[in-house]
């Protein structure tokens, strides 16, 4: 999903935080902070379900068979 980003100066944003916050919640959107006009800071929306890698596979793989029984199969390497 694409993200709308917005720009805005640190005063404005530290006047509005805690609406902008519930803003880029539900619009899902980001707003670019800027001091000086000059980019300092971004506020995005947290992807649900993007931290947690590990296990997120679980009870997608099924295993068929012995996987650590020898295999009837020479090598190249074993002659």
Known sequence: MKQTTHVLQAGK??????????EVKEKHISI?????????AKLVPIEEGAEDFF???????TIQGDIVAPIDATWEAAK
């Open 55 to 61: 296990g997120c596979l679980k009870g997608t793989l």
């Open 13 to 22: 944003f530290k006047a509005k935080c805690l609406q902008l916050m519930d």
């Open 32 to 40: 670019t902070i800027t001091k000086h006009g000059k980019p300092i």
